[in-house]
């Protein structure tokens, strides 16, 4: 990660507050269980840790054991449970430490969570918020490090969220608690740390449209999560090439916003998706398939895909470093793409 | 033939454990039936006496199908066993009205065949196969593409009319590769396509091309996406002049150019390109200014004070060579895009990106980095016919490498007058960064690097 | 007045007609559903819980409307006997827009949130969280619900019974566990599967009451229930019932039965919980043989209603495929 700050779109007045995505994310949860009595979080560590990457610290003094629930490390249970609870009108968050361990649970997103409504024939909402660390760049190796935001993208009947910004991360959950659907938040690791202001009253924002951070004329570059702050490095540094690149954040990854994806590519007439997961089958796949179904006669160039390297995450940094998207592998294929035909 | 699974779509009697006239009871079983997975038995839903038996051992029937007729208890209306009466009709209606099942589905065929059929522009559907389970093989396939019609006899009397099944050829040459937002624009601004050059990947079409080629080049944009950039031709032209001028007057202005010339024998360059471009594709074609180029590269990397930039009274080597290439353009003016890293490039890369450059550089395509980058230029008026050209270097380089015309001259070598093809090297250089001495230098490694073309 | 407390009152021989009505009820379900499943009527897996009515009607009996259920994939009993209307149920087995889940769920899915049933679910284990999560909010609201689930012996094989038994107790949850041990998790015995076969003992050690019943006899599954859920709903935390009960037929539909002997499911039809209570009650007088005739006709009246009710019944159109995937559905 470069650090680089990006802000949202949605900023606009009041007293400025120095925050962290960390403290933007705990902001968020705080107000929620202060507006709302059915809310309460769970998970492995919340309460008296103070949560694996300190997202809670803090809040099991202030709500006390019932609303910041410490569980047993049984995610398929607690997982489950937070849906009976939806199920029988509470509005849980659930924090699963990071997305590897989502899937000693994804039995019951999938199978549950995400199908309850349809074969009850409309009978069963399951408004449930699930909240995971994603992503690599810390040197956790194999089996904490991987991005499988894309996977849980492919199952229809629940939304898919991933907050990029401090804004965001201050604003979806209580938008996200407000829809009657299941709701996966997807935080890239990598961000808790990445400083920044944001208006004392900042608050919720849409959890449906993607955003467009930065506009451009001359090339697309598509991402969401943790490489947003790499692409925005790279589309600097195609500036001073005189390459104008426009950077969307997809935000909500299902379902996804194509008149916004499609609009972006529509005016620049080239795309680059970056996308930290890996290729094959990829989110990065379904942006590029859904470009040459709505805005193939738009394009200039084939859509390129900037995606982490099919592998396990080796723990060593340096290849780490070479298995996840950079800039530089960003700025060549929008170089590539633009190639001389710039209009 | 009752439904034992959800996978089930027939079953075959194995054994009938009731036999006529026996009186059979609600939940007795009757038969044992062979599904997919297993031996079954099966009970009846209904009380009564067997009348008959309808399917045989061994007898295999689709679901649905009745296995006896069973007499009511107390009635002669007889029944069929299973599946019940009303349902049973059901299961038949639903058969009937399907009666494409009784011709087994052909198989799709494989990938060769798909593949081959694609290369023949045969529709593999309206297609009898001859193959295992109605296939269409290879031979189906040729026998379609060369001419008749399969024999009658190797068509079942439901098969479809081999008469479609023949096509010509699809047309594969002449399609040119353009990209989807370049073709929509061509037909919206009427421009044939076949007409454009393209300056993408291979040659493949772009937006740009077709908006050049439209009537009225630039201005053959549609309104809603002229920008500010689309200037009008003379107004580019002018600009580039004053550009030009500016750079050029402060060359002359603060540069102390000196000059030194040479002549480069060309047979061996000449003769070992034509036996190259011989054995090679069109495409991969050479032509003597790519040779001309990358010996101007490697010989500014032997004498590196010449590749560089004169900045701040001093001389700053450049630590690769990028070639910059003066091209004039049609409306008059010179730009010098550079190729990067031109002393590492093989000579068909480097007449690809000389191409390419050339191409971008008169449709008005550059990148920036392509106008600043280059360390030493090279200027080329062979074309134009003219013997030796004397340049003015581009500030802040401190060099500027001039070709003539590649001739056959009266050479004298070994005491024999003979007639060899030679061009007429020349070099501007800053007498600020070097001396003579090393333009002398530069350009005796230029000749010597075109005697070894194999080497470049 | 609540159910329970309305069947408290009745007299005890009216009661235990009742009991055996809701068994014969769910038994002639069965038996109407194998016949039309063979007839290809309807289609999908459809497993019967012939052999278990008694479990299913004991553990009701014992319930408020108040309280939550959450069944399994073989759930035709639980629906009917937690009184989802019989129309409802059959409607849902031939995909019909009046079924109880507009017919998108089928017979291993079954859902009435306005009585409760949180459905059938068809992934083994897969509803013991939910439980436990409905039990959650019960006990955060302060309400004195109890959520009943039902699971079979297979299910007790899986990461998730251990990960909510844990839960259940650690939290003190109001959850009836109802551990339907028919013994076999399909063609698997359950002594081919568990170290530890005597499942009551492996409950009870995540410090929660739990014992074994005769699931087969109606009135000791009401008897145990009614102690249960008793003592959950004063506090006391989970309870675990593991009711010793046998399936008559396949596993689902039908199947080759390679796995278990024909003397065995003769030796268990002996002691048929239907007959079982029907034959006290002709003993007694209660019953006569008439009654339980006059009983069963209607029944088959009403399952012909059903039947005709479900045949008449509206589709969902096409145009909807994707409803229900969302709230509100997709424009």
Known sequence: MTGTEVTGTEVTSTEMVKTTYREAMRDAIREALQRDDRVFLMGEDVGRYGGCFAVSLGLLAEFGPERIRDTPLSESAFVGAGIGAALAGMRPIVEIMTVNFSLLALDQIMNNAATLLHMSGGQCNVPLVIRMTTGAGRQVAAQHSHSLEGWYAHIPGIRVLAPATLADARGMLWTALQDPDPVLIFEHGSLYNMPGTLPADAGAVDIRSAAVRRAGTDVSLITYGGTLGTTCAAADALAGDGIDAEVVDLRSLRPLDDETISGSVARTHRAVVVDEGWRTGSLAAEVCARLMEQAFWDLDAPAERVCGAEVPMPYPRHLEEAALPRAEAIVAAARRAVGGGLT | MPVLGADMDEGTILEWLVKPGDEVRKGDVIAVVDTAKSAIEVESF??????????????????????????????????????????????????????????????????????????????????????????????????????????????????????????????????????????????????????????????????????????????????????????????????????????????????????????????????????????????????????????????????????????????????????????????????????????????????????????????????????????????????????????????????????????????????????????????????????????????????????????? | MSTAAAKALQPRAAHQRDLLRQMLAIRRFEDTCAELYSAGEIRGFVHLYIGEEAVAVGVSAALTADDSIVSTYRDHGHALARGLPLDSVMAEMYGKTTGCSRGRGGSMHLFDVSRRFYGGNAIVGGGLPLAVGIALADKLRGDSRVTACFFGDGAVAEGEFHECMNLAALWDLPVLFCCENNLYAMGTALVRAQAQTDLALRAGSYGMPAWPVDGMDVLAVEHAARSAVGAVRAGGGPHFLELRTYRFRAHSMYDPELYRDKSEVQEWKKRDPVALLAGRLRDSGECTDAEFQAMSDELTAEIDAAIAAARAAPVEPVADLTRFVYHPEPK
């Open chain 2, 46 to 456: 209904s009380t009564g006496r067997v009348e008959r038996l309808v399917v045989g051992v061994g007898e295999t029937v689709p679901v649905g199908t009745p296995l006896a007729v069973l007499t009511e208890p107390g009635g002669e209306r007889a029944q069929p066993a299973v599946p019940a009466a009303g349902t049973q009709r059901t299961r038949r209606d639903r058969r009937a009205e399907r009666p494409a099942q009784q011709v087994p589905a052909p198989r799709p065929a494989s990938p060769v065949i798909r593949h081959r059929a694609r290369e023949l522009g045969i529709d593999l559907a309206a297609l009898h196969g001859t193959g295992p389970d109605g296939t269409v093989t290879r031979e189906d396939l040729e026998h379609a593409a060369a001419g008749p019609a399969p024999p009658a006899a190797r068509q079942p009397a439901a098969g479809p009319e081999p008469a479609r099944s023949r096509r010509k050829p699809a047309p594969r040459a002449g399609r040119r590769r353009a990209t989807p937002l370049a073709r929509r624009l061509a037909a919206e601004l009427g421009v044939d396509l076949a007409a454009v050059a393209g300056t993408g990947p291979a040659g493949a079409i772009r937006a740009a091309d077709v908006r050049l080629a439209a009537p009225g080049g630039e201005r053959g944009r549609p309104a809603a996406a002229a920008t500010a950039t689309a200037r009008s031709a003379a107004e580019r032209n002018q600009s580039m002049r004053q550009a030009i001028a500016r750079l050029m007057a402060r060359s002359k202005r603060e540069i102390p150019h000196y000059y030194v010339s040479n002549t480069a024998d060309m047979t061996h360059a000449m003769s070992w390109l034509r036996d190259r471009n011989r054995e090679v594709d069109v495409s991969q074609r050479l032509v003597p200014s790519a040779l001309l180029l990358k010996a101007v590269a490697l010989a500014a990397r032997r004498v590196p004070r010449l590749n560089g930039y004169w900045v701040d009274d001093a001389f700053r080597p450049a630590e690769a060579v990028h070639l910059g290439v003066a091209v004039s353009l049609r409306g008059g003016g010179v730009l010098t895009p550079a190729i990067h890293d031109a002393a590492d490039l093989p000579l068909g890369e480097l007449m690809a990106r000389l191409r390419d450059l050339v191409t971008r550089a008169r449709s008005g395509r550059l990148r920036a980095c392509e106008l600043t980058d280059g360390t030493i230029t090279v200027t080329n008026l062979g074309d134009q016919g003219v013997e030796s050209v004397y340049g003015v270097i581009y500030p802040p380089q401190v060099a500027l490498v001039g070709f003539g015309r590649i001739v056959e001259r009266a050479v004298a070598a070994g005491g024999l007058v003979g007639a060899r093809p030679a061009v007429t090297t020349t070099l501007a250089a800053d007498h600020r960064a070097t001396d003579g001495y090393a333009g002398s230098r530069f350009l005796s490694a230029l000749a010597g690097l075109l005697q070894r073309p194999e080497a470049l």
